[in-house]
């Protein structure tokens, strides 16, 4: 079974600054994807970013991007120049072949003006 | 866009009654999935169906049924709703891939079992 650990309820973040939400999971697969979702107050979850876990680059989109170590099964998001509108919940999740997603506990974003 | 819908955003019902969560997809995903949220928690998956009339239980599917007889609508029944089944419940379409696939979620539907 997979098992994803985020271990920071919460973090805050100054507008325009760096932040990091950190990941780890384990899992039996060999071939596997990590996610991160993000979920506003009150509005639906939307995908932030995907990993393939055979991909040694980390993936990126725009000002959000990963920093994947498989060997530690690490998988943290660093979110650069934060918006207000990046306060949300993020959740980490891992999927396998069988389509189903693992999710973390997920951690809640504050961003100070 | 891909566009999940799930019937209602609140939702109120009694100990005992039969309740159904109701969640249609339009692009025409195979894959379709059933969570329930809690805080701390994260969202722990109930059931998910990759075809019509097909089912699998997920981590947490006591307590819960699940129906797809047409392939854009996936219904959550909870046969008899206890006060421990108040959560979110966040229904979620994918295609069907080798786990690549992004899974699309609805607004989510908040349950009270009073």
């Known amino acids: 079974a997979q098992t994803v650990t985020q271990s920071q309820p919460e973090m805050s973040v100054q507008e325009a600054e760096t932040v990091t939400l950190s990941c780890t999971y384990d899992?039996?697969?060999?071939?596997?994807?990590l996610f991160w979702y993000k979920q506003p107050p009150s509005r639906q979850m939307i995908l932030v970013i995907r990993q393939e876990a055979y991909k040694q680059q980390n993936a990126t989109e725009n000002r959000f991007s990963v920093n994947f170590q498989k060997a530690a099964k690490s998988f943290s998001l660093k979110i650069s120049d934060s918006q207000l509108g990046d306060a949300a919940m993020y959740f980490c999740?891992?999927?396998?072949?069988?389509?189903?997603?693992?999710f973390g506990g997920g951690t809640r974003l504050m961003v100070k003006p | 866009d891909v566009k999940v819908t799930q019937s209602s955003r609140y939702l109120v019902k009694r100990t005992g009654e039969k309740v159904f969560l109701e969640c249609v997809q339009d692009?025409?995903?195979?894959?379709m999935f059933w969570y329930r949220q809690d805080p701390g928690l994260g969202l722990r998956l109930i059931y998910f169906s990759y075809d019509v009339k097909m089912k699998e239980k997920g981590d947490i599917p006591e307590g819960y049924s699940v129906s797809r007889e047409k392939k854009e609508r996936f219904s959550l029944i909870l046969e008899s709703a206890s006060t421990n089944q108040t959560s979110m419940y966040l229904c979620?379409?994918?295609?069907?891939?080798?786990?690549?696939?992004?899974?699309?979620f609805g607004d989510g539907t908040r349950l009270s079992i009073l």
């Open positions: 899992t039996s697969e060999s071939d596997y994807y």
């Open positions: 999740a891992s999927n396998n072949a069988g389509n189903m997603l693992t």
């Open positions: 692009m025409d995903h195979e894959n």
């Open positions: 979620a379409s994918s295609l069907l891939g080798a786990g690549s696939q992004p899974q699309h």
